[in-house]
């Protein structure tokens, strides 16, 4: 008799930026992350970072000042329908209620980009979906998420008042809790006379690719995925 091979774990192909965030963060995500980063060469992987350190330190120097004040362009017109969905729709006015907003083109080498490693499979992902020569539109349907189709997820009760919610989605999330009035609550029966509702919402973000204005930089807020090249 004999057992049926064990699945392999799943893999994901990932780049880490070197040489900007400490040696110690690089030396962690490759222990934790990597298939063989308990025995991979410290010395090795230090020497690495050290050399795109110094190339960094280069940049600082000849690119100086390249993220200060981006020009921005206006939309093509087939774009610009499409941002005014966004614009219009209650969830963008909502997401964005304190601060102003706007939608215009940018170029992405003069985003300041913060996040240290991207999932390079999920992007593969995302340029699989886009095609190999995306029109313009479709672009701008992926960096503004509309018409975007939501991965299934499952919602179960474990016990009297624990839940778990599972989805493939690294989008999935809780959003908001809300205090609502018993006649806003449709076909529920509670055990008793409540006097108010907690409402916690859980589900997929706005997921805009968005940028925020500091000090004459715009800083990549989210969507670095959808940025990367490869």
Known sequence: MTSAPMAATPLDDHVFLLGRPPVGEFLGFIR?????????????????????????A??????????????TTPLSPAVQALAERVISDPMFRNAYRFVPSDIVMVELNRLVVFQKFINVSYVQRLKDGLGAQPATEDIARLALGVDRALPPAQAMQSAGNVYSFISQSNDFRFLEGALVAPDQVAGLVSTGRPFAYIVLGVGYGSNYLNALHVDGRLVLSNGPSRLCPS
């Open 58 to 71: 280069e940049l600082e120097k000849s690119e100086a000042g390249i993220a200060d004040n981006p020009p």
């Open 32 to 56: 934790s992350m990597a298939v063989d980063g308990q025995s991979a060469d410290q010395g090795a992987l230090t020497q690495e970072w050290r050399q795109a350190n110094d190339h960094v």
